[in-house]
């Protein structure tokens, strides 16, 4: 028997990208693209989480007095570690009720040829990069399924795990895994409403990317992307924004690169 639709029908997504009464987690929520995202996010009515590591514990202060308190959650946790995730992630639910959103923003890179790789710094990169939102990912995930009101994941992966760039080989290996991680993911949580997403930025004008590119490193980088520039935070922060509301409902397990073309070529 076929089924009939009403094509005048609409789901209802809301233009104005509400998010109130929603909790997010942000992992790395001290850095660059997580401040950027924590503006929108409580702009559009959310409650937050921030996760940061230890040795950030002297930028909490004041970071804390740009937020309501009643809005902003600061935890510290080492996102490698499966305790800390677990004793941070039960720290939120035990604070808010619940968990409805995850931004996977924590990171970390240094730049090295494959053959001054050292094993130690594989290990740290792929752990940070990948093991952290591994765990992240599952915590909340095992939370929202228990509360069964679905929610979003967003792992913010790089341009760098769709294409080769020189000096990247542990970096480039951790993205290209966290684009394999978040299919999966989204795969098995689709049933629960869960939708499982990636942002892949070209180099983003944070504090750790302009470190990375600046000088003559950075101009020729910029001649290889069509429009010609790097990415800011706040445009980072607009795609997270996107994948957080009811807007993006329909999609789970994509990759959105927000590369100004770099990966056209």
Known sequence: MSSDYDVNLRYGVDTRLDLTGKVA??????????????????????????????????????????????????????????????????????????????????????????????????QKQIAVNLTGPFLCSQAAAKRMIQAGKGGKIINIASQAASIAIDNHVAYTSAKAGLLGMTKVMAKEFAPHKINVNTLSPTVVLTPMGEKAWRGEKGEAMKKLIPLGRFAYTDEIAAAVLFFASNGSDMITGADLMIDGGFTIW
């Open 25 to 122: 987690v942000v992992t790395g929520g001290l850095g660059g693209i997580a401040m950027a995202s924590n503006q929108m996010l409580l702009e559009k009515g959310a409650r937050l989480a921030l996760l940061y590591p230890a040795f950030e514990q002297e930028k909490v202060a004041g970071i804390a007095a740009q937020f309501a308190a009643e809005n902003v959650q600061f935890v510290a946790c080492d996102v490698t570690d499966a305790g800390s995730v677990e004793a941070a992630f039960s720290e939120v639910e035990q604070h808010y009720g619940h968990i409805d959103i995850l931004v996977n923003c924590a990171g970390y890179v240094m730049l090295q040829p494959v053959l001054e790789t050292s094993f130690d710094e594989w």
